[in-house]
């Protein structure tokens, strides 16, 4: 109870369960929001959150369960931290002087899920070592620096050997594969899911779920790049459907996250998006 003219020096709430608890704060003060959650995470206005969103394109989804990555197929996580190689299918991708794309933005996570990033030169068709020795996961690749083309000439690929782990389309600037890999000591909030699917026989349908290797209902990790617990499913026919979660699915750090699709005809094109946001822990 507070009588009148006495000053407030401590505010605190009670949760559901009655314990007592105080509110959040940011640089010293009450955090009041008077805006959409959303906008002003994007706004920056909310410390140690960051907006986050990624993008995924198959050309090519078949009957089996696909991956919605450009290079099409499943993907493959690595197993371990290696060093890897960047190569374009075409010659003008070469630095410093070629047509299309020169240098490449890698963003990373090594063996301990900590993030790392490197400005990779392109050199045409002849496979150029990244720096990094312990590349655990591919977050995104975008073009840093272009010749007169301003996109790639040709598909370039990040491999570990044989396998494909990072992959740009001929003709654009970024990495469209819907794989993600939540950093060390951050936590992933997931509130919306755009879908697209298209090319299709008609009366069939493509199947697209979001997967993680997290289960929230026991709280348990999975094997990592193995085992994947399905979270959201949609069933299309030749359409897109956006849908914003009333509750943002959260997955904490070192979740891998990807988005899979099949057809019941044996073709079909799959385009899709993540929205969401970053907590620092």
């Given at each position: ?9 401590v505010v605190s709430f009670k949760d559901y369960d009655g314990n ?133 000439a040709g598909a370039v690929s990040l491999k570990a050997g044989a ?106 094109v799959c385009s899709s998006r993540l929205n969401g946001w970053i907590?620092?822990?």
């Amino acid at each position: 109870m507070v009588s009148e003219g006495q000053a407030i020096s401590v505010v605190s709430f009670k949760d559901y369960d009655g314990n007592y608890i105080a509110p959040k704060s940011a640089n010293g003060q009450m955090r009041v929001i008077a805006q959409d959650y959303l906008l002003a995470l994007a706004e920056g206005d909310i410390p140690n959150h960051t907006a986050w969103s990624k993008i995924g394109y198959n050309p090519s989804v078949t009957t089996s369960q696909d991956d919605c990555i450009s290079a099409t197929g499943s993907y493959t996580f690595p197993t371990v931290g290696t060093t890897m190689q960047i190569s374009s299918g075409n010659a003008q991708d070469a630095y410093p002087s070629g047509e299309g794309a020169r240098t490449i933005n890698l963003y990373y996570l090594d063996s301990n899920y900590a993030e790392g990033s490197e400005v990779l030169q392109l050199s045409g068709t002849t496979p150029v070592n990244t720096a990094g020795t312990d590349i655990f996961r591919v977050n995104n690749m975008r073009v840093a620096s272009t010749g007169t083309l301003y996109s790639t000439a040709g598909a370039v690929s990040l491999k570990a050997g044989a396998v494909t782990h990072g992959y740009i389309r001929a003709g654009f600037n970024r990495q469209r594969q819907l794989i993600y890999t939540v950093p060390a000591n951050k936590t992933l909030f997931v509130s919306s899911w755009s879908i697209g699917a298209g090319d299709m026989t008609v009366g069939k349908t493509m199947i697209c779920t979001t997967r993680a290797t997290y289960d929230n209902k026991s709280g348990a990790m999975l094997t990592a790049g193995k085992h994947f617990m399905p979270y959201t499913e949609i069933a299309l026919s030749n359409m897109p459907f956006l849908r914003n979660f009333e509750e943002p699915t959260r997955l904490p750090e070192k979740t891998d996250l990807k988005v899979s699709c099949y057809t019941t005809s044996g073709g079909g094109v799959c385009s899709s998006r993540l929205n969401g946001w970053i907590e620092y822990n």
